[in-house]
């Protein structure tokens, strides 16, 4: 079982500059990233459209050794499933928010050999998530309404959420990451490692800072 007391820092793509995508990939794991996080929305679960599996495929071609995590913010993850598969990929979060089949897709994510998650955004409650949790290998607390970058970190609504999360772990006996998503800084890294969250993700403040080595350093120390 993974030792969730290792942190593990994964700048967001949406806050690269796709112009340089290579570059910005290698920016990223010269300075220590392990993951490189990738936020796929298709503007009807959330109010914006970033990218899908063509978009990553060329992200797997740049960084071939990458540990490739994809938070798919989309109203049907089981109709795409198998394109995020065949682009790469190698951690597939999905919500648990929309009407489709969520124990069935994340069957299915296992079955194809990649690693399964499970989101909730921050207005979801955590029992909503509950009766996957044996299924899941990250669980993913967004900390910001999900859709668009650089917001602020909603401690209130999400920190307690994390901590009950990591409670049902240990007396449960599961093994799943506890990643957190929106507005992680310097700051609100440390809350959310306080909390029980091992895996932080990180937009701005990775990729539009000064020394993104220096940026990652923060986070993981947090």
Request: glycine share 8%; net charge negative; proline share 6%.
């Amino acid at each position: 079982m993974p030792d969730y007391n290792q942190r593990i820092v994964a700048p967001s793509l949406l806050a690269a500059d796709w112009t340089q995508l290579g570059a910005e990939c290698a920016r990223a794991l010269d300075a220590g990233a392990d993951w490189l996080h990738l936020d796929v929305m298709d503007g009807h679960f959330v109010d914006n459209i970033s990218y899908g599996p063509s978009f990553i495929k060329h992200v797997r071609r740049a960084a071939p050794n990458a540990f490739l995590d994809a938070h798919l913010m989309i109203e049907r993850p089981d109709h795409y499933l198998e394109r995020f598969v065949d682009a790469g990929v190698d951690n597939i979060t999905v919500h648990v928010e929309p009407d489709y089949d969520v124990a069935g897709t994340l069957a299915r994510t296992r079955e194809a050999g990649v690693s399964a998650g499970l989101a909730i955004n921050p207005a979801t409650p955590l029992d909503d998530a509950g009766p996957y949790l044996g299924d899941i290998d990250l669980l993913l607390v967004m900390t910001v309404v999900p859709g668009f970058g650089g917001q602020s970190f909603m401690e209130e609504e999400t920190m307690p959420k994390v901590t009950a999360a990591r409670a049902l772990r240990e007396e449960r006996g599961l093994g799943f990451h506890i990643e957190v998503d929106g507005g992680v800084d310097p700051e609100t890294a440390p809350v959310a490692a306080a909390a029980g969250a091992n895996v932080l993700v990180a937009g701005t403040s990775a990729f539009k800072a000064p020394d993104m080595a220096a940026a990652v350093a923060q986070l993981r120390d947090a």
